[in-house]
């Protein structure tokens, strides 16, 4: 009985132990396939851990899209047209008028790298992009204020007629204008710094699925401003050319509202970057100060003997490890661990290597400053070309010369899906390269084109002048008898050159950056774009200044008569600087290095070997 009793409990605790071991193991395997889907580095808005499946991916980062294209949608039409509201409303001389937008464009991209510091280090980039989107809206309503109002405005006046005394805006109301302005240009700063890279936080570099769709989503963020151009350049600048300047504004403002809106509707979705708590910025100014005072060490004949923390588990969650590159030995003083102990006198090897990225990717961002300078002729001098040629369409339509951007937009609308589900895929079996050609590739695609472009914009500025020649109608007030479409040409191949290069720049910029950096990398491509408005702005006066004594006009650009203007030499210069540019960039490219990324392959950093993958 006794022995019977004993087997029947042996029994009862096997079994309990089995369904034990039975419970132990499904909850580490919970544990594990939870862990899998947690996504490292990012929070849901209240500061719980993302999940995969709940939080992000491509379904949540088409809100961001969304929110670009109304973005676009507000303030294109404002950087194509508003040459002729300075000019025909506020009386400032045409000249004036372009270094206006070009200097408010300018301001608009180089403020970018400021609100980037600030979203990648204190505020974050998903609350940078709600505020910069409110003083986006603040701006344009300021503008439609004032557009509105006849006692902001200077007396109405015909700036063409070459007889009148036009009073151009000054003193308090010129103040209202500049406010209104760089108000807008603040915000317009901040959405254009924090929000691709907000966009590009909704996916995982690392999964091989979700690092396919963040180059769609890259792709995506052109599509968008296309979308968004769309609409601007048709229904805005109609608006803004027939109805007035105050509804052309007051659209604007309504069209960044209903933007902000959808965006705020995605916050419980989003992945949200979590903020470290060093400055990246300031670990790699470290660097450079370190190797300064350690200038005078002896580097260790192995890099093994550099200094790094060591990887354990629990670091490797929190910290990012990047293997040594014999690039820029110069830096790698300051990770001598003879040197005397301080943040500010040894770095680790990995925060090394992300100066030395830091510092790879600046002649490649110098590279593309020319074609920025491009761009802002097409923006300016391109529309007031438009306004002397013949803008019908048909006998009872014309289109606006700020509308002529609309026809390689439209272009790209159906190239873009095109080149990414068909042209990607295909390049990608031929190359083994996830996004086709590599984003230098690409880059150097567009700098090629954009040179092309304004070869074609000399010529055809020939031959509008030529016209306007054999016509007797140099001084005319009249439209020439020349199609406005002549100046498709120019705006379609700089339209493909905007798809190559501007999307491969933002996505280079952002999946080479540290990760603590993606908003301010991605800025490297505001500020190339600032550099290139404020270029304009200097080039301009630079060649009325050299060309002064030489030409009737006092400058090839100087006056309100495009006609008596030389600036079709202006842009046979520029064609001939962009293709000295492409050759300077085709050696600079070749000689870059890309980072390791991911966690496929495998390196060795001090002693302790941890995943990476091989350099593309």
Known sequence: MHAYMLIKINIYYMQENSEAVERRRNMEWVEQEEEELVVDGKVDWRGRRAVRNK??????????????????????????????????TMHYVLSDAANMVTNYMGVSYILSILVALLADTWIGRCKSVLISAFFEFLGLALLTVQAHS?????????????????????????????????????????????????????????HPKESVQMSTFFNGLLFAVCVGGTVSLTLFVYVEDHKGWDWGFGISTVAIFLGLLIFAFGIPLYRIHVLSETSAIIQIIQVYVAAIRNRNLQLPADPM?????????????????????????????????????????????????NAKVIASMVPIFLCTIIMTLCLAQLQTFSVQQGYTMDTRITNHFNIPPAS??????????????????????????????PTGITHLQRIGVG??????????????????????????????????PLSIFWLSFQYFVFGIADMFTYVGLLEFFYSEAPKALKSTSTCFLWCSMALGYFLSTIMVQIVNGATKNITASGGWLRGNNINRNHLNLFFLLLSVLSLINFFVYLVVSTRYQYRPQGPTASVTVTRRTIPMNENL
């Open 55 to 88: 939080h992000g991916g491509f379904t949540v980062a088409v809100l961001p899209l969304v929110m670009f294209a109304f973005e676009n949608m507000a303030t294109l039409s404002i950087a194509v047209n508003s040459v002729t509201y300075f000019n025909r």
């Open 447 to 480: 700098l090629l084109l954009s040179s092309i472009s304004m070869a074609i914009a000399a010529a055809i500025e020939v031959k509008r002048k030529n016209v306007a020649r054999d016509n007797n109608m140099l001084d005319a007030a009249e439209p020439l």
């Open 305 to 353: 003997e550099l200094y790094e923390i060591e990887q354990d588990k629990e670091a490797a969650l929190d910290l990012e490890y990047l293997p040594h590159r014999n690039i820029y030995r110069f830096l790698d003083k300051a990770a001598i661990q003879e040197a005397e102990r301080g943040p500010w006198k040894v770095c680790r090897v990995t925060q090394v290597e």
């Open 150 to 206: 006849k006692t902001l405005k200077p007396p109405l006046c015909n700036v063409l007629d070459p007889t009148a005394k036009c009073d151009k805006l000054a003193g308090s109301n010129q103040a209202f204008l500049y406010l209104g302005l760089y108000v807008l240009a603040l915000g317009s700063a901040g959405v254009k710094a924090s929000l691709p890279s907000h966009g590009a936080d909704q996916f995982d570099e690392k």
């Open 404 to 433: 002529l951007p609309i026809i390689p937009v439209l272009f790209l609308l159906i190239i873009i899906p095109l080149y990414d589900r068909i042209c990607v895929p295909l390049l990608r079996k031929i190359t083994g390269i």
